[in-house]
């Protein structure tokens, strides 16, 4: 699957499971979804600088009757910790965290980032799916949305090549 395509159908996808705000940091490996996002009339999307500020978004939206999900790196996850275990966690907020695994299987770079987002996510206690198979990408949106929902709590999807 191309880029575009890839990212076509994960907004598809978002777009199904009833997210209706995104917030997003910039990303070269996500820039064709990001650009969907600025061009898309159906979804909010909230630009920020750090990852931290976006939750704090997420958590705004939805106190205010929004469906909010967040994109970034894995590298963006680490520094978004404390806003998710302060805000995110602590206050029950439900956010869709749509994370680009780098160092993943196959990935030649940022192999340390990659080999702790698996366990820092497990020790946050944040459910999370690889996402290796594009035929699955929106049922996984759907559940992942679903299960947010009905715990009140973020859970995260991890993007890999395959599925962007």
Known sequence: MGTLAGAQ?????LKQAGIDLVSSVPDINMLDLINLLYEDKEIAHVPVGREEEGIGVCAGAHLAGKHPAMLMQNGGLLNSCNGLTTTALQFGIPVLLLIYYAGD???????MVGLVTEPV?????????VMRDPAKVKQEIAGAVTLAN?????VALLLTRSVL
């Open 121 to 129: 996510l497990q020790g946050l206690g944040i459910k999370y799916i």
């Open 9 to 13: 159908q994960i907004l598809g996808g």
């Open 150 to 154: 009905s715990s009140k709590r973020p």
């Open 105 to 111: 299987i196959g990935d030649n770079a940022f192999h």
